[in-house]
């Protein structure tokens, strides 16, 4: 009888699991997973308040993109939270194109141009040149490396406006004042502390028996930082980048202090668009400048992500 | 001074007023394995480093194969090293890692593969040539380390603690092949290391040092069991060596060491000078020194409790006391005692140590 | 030993590590001349009565006497002052309870994060153009507020003298405050989290834990903040340039323009030099106590 036979083997099996049942209900009380609810008052406080802080953030970019799409005679009427009723790109053309500072009328794209040419010498210019100190601070010490290297992080505290005549002196006497030249100079001269403090501490990090393997191994001063340190350091000169483009970027004092005004970068020009006091306000071209100035430290900020955090932690904790 | 491998001369370091090394010397012979054995801080890196080139030294000489290098960059001594933590380069492959040093010197292609193959055929290590350092386990980065002292080529092989970094298994198992290699290539080797299992299974001679003095420099089996001072005496061996501290009294032609009420009978001490009675002593005694329940031929025994026992397998340890001392003794793994187990024990004078107390030299 | 083998001689203590030198030149000319000697010199220069050109002719304190006797410097010390204070209060203040809230847990973080940081990527006159928008009386805040319905609704900080500070101080909180949090979220991260396990043990309630341990042992994160913030207070210059140029009238002046301005407009140096000297002075206020304490202890270490 085999049905038999399968029944009662069924009954055995649900035996023992009313047995379990019954074990479980004398084991009353909380039991597995605790429950959370996902709207506790704690929650929503939290959430809450951060949801707030970053409505506060994304206030004036949110701002400033609904300003510059839209034309002027919306804007005089409308209120600057509502999206634009007409989209209009004119002006981001003008504000590139064809804004006016004083009677210069060939917009932000000068500006742009004359930024890129600064940021991207100076910055080449400065890491080569910090990363190379931060590595003979780190290895090779001689006597009195740490003095200079005192007075230098001192130096980074000292207001730049004390500064900043002595350099026009210099630069002036070597005939570099109001050249880009010039201005590479000063942004590699005050680039230098927070940089070589950030590759000093770096080097100083690797493993010293590296080091020491390579001397053995017969290299010098120059093969070991090639061959050794900066293969294996491209992290901190990416941050090192991100750093000095985004700070040379929106450098406004040294660029109105050490450049003529045809080699104006983009931050004094922008001021020069919008705070000029001739002709009509352009409010939609003044905010479409005003995106096109911060757009390249923002890209810069987006993409490097947790690198930018790492490098303005790096900078300012250490500096 | 024919066979003279590396000589250290009156050799002194000191950083500011802190002094290192004090009037270091130390000579050691072609083919020899030398360990640097201390705890941290004794100078024993310090010196390492400085038979390198890579620290300077304030006073003294160092020769290699009778040429004074004192000056010298590291790479002219005629040295390989290896370290610790391995100091691979880590963004090369193990083949550019080993030919580094050799492309620097501007060897021959050729010669450098010869090389190459030559170190990798005898750490086997051919099949990771193409590996970058990340790749590797711990155990083939010192391997690879190792292959990059040998394709140097040199006469003098320097390593510092190489096998710290290494779990307890892969260390007995590297410090093997260490000694193989060493047994092949008939290198001059000097070793540095706190670990005295190391010292004691690796070494021709041991330099025990201390507060940048050598202590005693001797083979390992005279260390173990003749060390020259307290110090010595104290810091070889695992567990350490029992002390009691007493005074010499000569009586009836035998010698005592009368130490907290206990008389030791100390006739059978190959003493190195007649006994004074009366002497402050420290009397040294190893665990494995001392029998349990077993007479031994003219000693007395004494009565002690046992304390704690910890079986380790192959021995026994117990630990006793003494007319109130600790101490530990090491029996067959087989015989086993109960805490309070009033047991009687007797000592091997002939192979113990005694040191003056003032001195802390051996008598 | 007789017959040294003195083959290679010792190298000449100025040749030791020569390429380690040479490399280093560029840092020495830096700190000696620029840092060193351009400090020197404007301090130097400050007690002389250049004008248009740096002159060797002594005044003794005359500058001094003119700074502060400038209605135009005194306002721009007091919005210094008002502001600097303000800011350091409000953005640790800000970015702590921030960073606290940031380290609950919670998801999204990097979101939250990326958020409030972004603002420290744009430069001061980018952050100073954008404000000076959002408080237009005419088109910003205040005139969609009234458009709501509140039509004797006032906030045009920009344009009344009395409040101007506090307009620049809303847009360099928004800049800035993201950083402090990034600071202390790091700072937070850094603390054990076996302390915050025992206290959970022990039952001590959150905010009381955040009091009584974390802010105590973070204390070095706060200091360096502190430095941070204050350092940057004293450049000031770009954001007030960009935001008011100084106005209205003179009412939003602050020291660094000051400076400039005598320096490159009015072209009376020795006022420039006094001005900077004395943003030196307030420099070394701030910086040297903490310096004493952060490497004083510190040298014993190395």
Redesign the interface.
Known sequence: MPEIAAFNAIAAGIEPEAEKVQARATLAGPRGRKPRRALSGRNIM??G??IV??L??????Y??VM?SLKGMPE??LG???APPLEITFEPWVKAWSSACTGLNCDGLSRGFWNSVRITVPSTLVSIA?AS??G???AN???KG?DL??T??I??A???????????V??LREIGLYGSLTGLIIVH??FG?PIL?LLFRNYFAGL?E??F????????????IYF??ML??SMPIFVVAMILQV?GI?????FGV?FTRPEYYPM?VQ??NI??SVQGVKE?NV??AA?IL??AV??F???VS?RL??RG??AG??K? | MENVSVSVKDLSLSFGAVTVLDTLNLDIKDGEFLVLLGSSGCGKSTLL?CI???LDVSDGQIFIKNKNVTWE???DRG???V?????????MSVEKNLS??LQ??KVEKTEIDRRITRAAEILQIQPLLKRKPAELSGGQRQRV?IG?ALV?DVDVFLF?EPLSNLDAKLRSELRVEIKRLHQSLKNTMIYVTHDQIEALTLADRIAVMKSGVIQQLADPMTIYNAPENLFVAGFIGSPSMNFFRGELQLRDGRAFVHANGVDFDVSAYPSRGPFKAGQKVVLGVRPEHVRVDEALDGQPSHQAVVDIEEPMGADNLLWLKLAGQSMSVRIAGQRRYKPGTAVKLSFDMAVASIFDAASENRL | MAGHTRGSGRPNQWL??L???L??I???L??????????I???V?SFTNSKLL?RLSFVGLDQYERLWAAPRWLMSVQNLAIYGLLSLIFSLAIGFL?AA??D?K?RFE?T???????????????TG??????L?PE???Q??VR?LGWTSFAFDPLYNANIVIYGILIAAL?QGT??VM??ML?GLRGIDEDIWKAARVDGIPMWKTYVFVIIPMMRG?FI??LV?IA?GI??V??LV??QT?GGPGIASEVP?KY??DY??QAQN?GQ??A???M??IT?AII?VPW?YLEFGGGRKRA
């Not at chain 1, 506060?56 to 970019?61: E, G, Q, T, V």
């Not at chain 3, 153009?129 to 959002?134: D, E, G, N, P, S």
């Open positions: 939290v959430y308040t951060l802080v970053a506060y953030y994304l206030l004036p970019l701002v400033m300003t804007i005089r209120n600057i939270f040149i190379i100190n590595y003979a601070l090779w010490r001689f490396a200079f290297f007075i230098l001192v130096g505290f000292i207001p730049y406006q004390v500064m900043i005549y002595p350099i002196i210099v590699t001269i230098m070589t493993p028996e590296l020491k393997a390579a001397r053995v191994d017969g290299a010098g001063f120059w093969t061959r050794i293969p294996m985004t970027w929106n450098d406004f004092l202090v931050t922008l001021n919008v705070n409010y003044n905010m005003t100035t911060g430290p923002l810069v900020y987006f992500g930018f955090v303005i932690a300012a904790v500096g | 480093n390198a080139g890579l960059e590291p790479k040295i390989g090293m370290f610790q933590s391995y100091a691979l380069y880590p963004q580094f040093g620097v010197a380390a990059r140097r510092d | 030791r590590n390429n380690a030198k490399a280093s560029p840092m020495i830096t700190a000696v001349v620029i840092f060193l000697g351009g400090t010199w404007t301090v220069y740096p921030l809230l940031m609950q919670i990097n939250f994060r990326t958020i409030m940081l972004y603002p420290f990527a744009l430069s001061f006159i980018v153009l954008v404000w000076q928008w959002l237009n088109y910003g805040i005139s969609v458009s928004w993201g950083l990034c600071l790091a994160v360096t903040t941070i350092s004293v450049k210059y770009d340039v960009a140029s660094a400076v400039y320096m490159f140096l420039g030099f001005a900077s000297t943003m030196l420099v910086i310096a």
